[in-house]
């Protein structure tokens, strides 16, 4: 069974960094193109970014308002996919999700992580 | 980025009554090469992360009731529950994820009348 689990997630002040960890199960974690995805109080989802597999290059997007602040990598020796979030705003309150499209063509989340920016 | 747009925005409909969400992608999400539609829907409760239903437009997640079911091809999808239960009062999400970034709709409330 593939599961996901994120942790990392707090209370930061504005202007602060923060480290998310996203740790795999249960799929070939380096073949995995990886997404965060976000969501906001009472809002809805909202994709962050994603890294693509190194066997596809590794690189990395971005949504326009975390672009420049926030950081994706892995590592896959320990299956984890990372989001480095610095220059934090009182908007980038959320749940944050991993999320991987798995080989039968489903999409697995996991349980998130919640991060508060608040002063 | 490809806008996925639901309709309606909230839904209240009558127990054992059927319920119908539809999902518009701005661009068709069908892949030619293995003809399947990259498209989900989802299903979050307060205070749950989403909930995948249906993929592949279609198929139905392993454990979800088949009073759930996903149609549509290309720009148009459609989840329809055939008789409604309380515990499917939700909002629910599509999502494509045909290209990157992928996108999601903005969410149906749906809610017992």
């Known amino acids: 069974e593939v599961q996901l689990v994120e942790s990392g997630g707090g209370l930061v002040k504005p202007g602060g960094s923060l480290r998310l960890s996203c740790t795999a199960s249960?799929?070939?974690?380096?073949?995995?193109?990886m997404n965060w995805v976000r969501q906001a109080p009472g809002k809805g989802l909202e994709w962050a970014g994603r890294?693509?597999?190194?066997?596809?290059?590794?690189?990395?997007d971005y949504a326009a308002p975390v672009k420049g602040r926030f950081t994706i990598s892995r590592d896959d020796s320990k299956n984890t996919l990372y989001l480095q979030m610095n220059s934090l705003k009182t908007d980038d309150t959320a749940v944050y999700y991993c999320?991987?499209?798995?080989?039968?063509?489903?999409?697995?989340w996991g349980q998130g992580t919640l991060v508060t920016v608040s002063s | 980025d490809i806008v996925m747009t639901q309709s309606p925005d909230s839904l209240a409909v009558s127990l054992g009554e059927r319920a119908t969400i539809n999902c518009k992608s701005s661009q068709s999400v069908l892949y030619s090469s293995n003809n399947m539609n990259y498209l989900a829907w989802y299903q979050q409760k307060p205070g749950q992360p989403p909930k995948l239903v249906i993929y592949w437009a279609s198929i139905r997640r392993s454990g979800v009731p088949d009073r759930f079911s996903g149609s549509g091809s290309a720009t148009d999808f459609t989840l329809t529950i055939s008789s409604l239960q309380a515990e499917d009062v939700a909002v629910y999400y599509c999502q494509q994820y045909y290209s990157s970034p992928t996108t999601f709709g903005q969410g149906t409330r749906l809610e017992i009348k």
């Open positions: 249960g799929i070939t974690f380096s073949n995995a193109w």
């Open positions: 890294i693509k597999s190194k066997s596809d290059g590794g690189t990395t």
């Open positions: 999320t991987t499209v798995v080989s039968n063509g489903s999409v697995c």
